[in-house]
């Protein structure tokens, strides 16, 4: 069974502060996706990254960055330098592979991140 | 590219009627789509699978009877919420995967209210 646990319910910094966002997932299988949503006020989800199971390089794209450990089964995402506009739920994602090529994501309970001015 | 489009983003209905939401990819063909729900602070819970030309796969404890799921074409999906009760007030967000390169586009979501 697929399982995604994003321990932090909500988390408030102070603007430029840095923060990290934790997840940990359950999968039997090898072969798996590891995805990143952040979801503003207005409801949309917006795409951040994905990650297939066998690459375990980090990865940073501007103030974002993202660890992956296979080892303790965690896809860490922390934001540098944190701005109002990352004010956001944000949900971590797992999907699993399947021959037809798509499966649903199965998302964690999602963390509320609030930067203060 | 890969965008997709929901309507409406806003709906609010009276108790029994029905609601339809309409979900189109813009440019690509969307082999399977699925549908969450989302109560306000809570995550996105699948309801249903559907692939284009055949019955959707329902999740446990989702009524088929009551959230009708049509993929009729490759570009479009909808979920018709029927015989509408204040406890189906949620909201409804729609996926697109264009196979398996695992893509995922989401819609824009639905909220709906049932008064």
């Known amino acids: 069974a697929q399982k995604v646990t994003q321990a932090q319910t909500e988390i408030s910094v102070v603007e430029k502060e840095d923060v990290t966002l934790d997840c940990v997932y359950e999968?039997?299988?090898?072969?798996?996706?590891l995805f990143w949503y952040k979801q503003p006020p207005s409801g949309e989800l917006v795409f951040l990254i994905r990650?297939?199971?066998?690459?375990?390089q980090n990865e940073i794209s501007g103030r974002y960055s993202w660890n992956f450990q296979k080892s303790t089964s965690s896809f860490n995402f922390t934001i540098t330098a944190s701005q109002v506009v990352d004010s956001a739920v944000y949900f971590c994602?797992?999907?699993?592979?399947?021959?037809?090529?798509?499966?649903?994501?199965?998302f964690g309970t999602g963390t509320r991140l609030t930067v203060i001015p | 590219g890969a965008v997709v489009s929901q309507h409406p983003s806003r709906v609010i209905c009276k108790s029994g009627t029905s609601v339809k939401i309409e979900c189109r990819s813009l440019d690509f063909q969307a082999t399977t789509m699925f549908w969450y729900r989302q109560f306000p602070k809570q995550s996105l819970m699948l309801m249903a699978t559907?692939?284009?030309?055949?019955?959707?796969?329902?999740e446990q404890g989702v009524e088929k009877d009551k959230f009708l799921i049509n993929h009729a074409s490759l570009t479009l999906s909808t979920l018709t919420v029927t015989s509408a009760h204040p406890e189906d007030s949620s909201f409804y967000i729609c996926?697109?995967?264009?196979?398996?390169?695992?893509?995922?586009?989401f819609g824009s979501g639905t909220r709906l209210t049932v008064v």
């Open positions: 990650r297939n199971s066998f690459d375990e």
């Open positions: 999968t039997r299988d090898t072969t798996y996706y």
């Open positions: 994602a797992l999907s699993n592979e399947d021959q037809t090529g798509a499966n649903n994501l199965f």
């Open positions: 996926s697109a995967s264009w196979g398996r390169d695992y893509g995922y586009t």
């Open positions: 559907s692939n284009e030309g055949s019955k959707a796969t329902y």
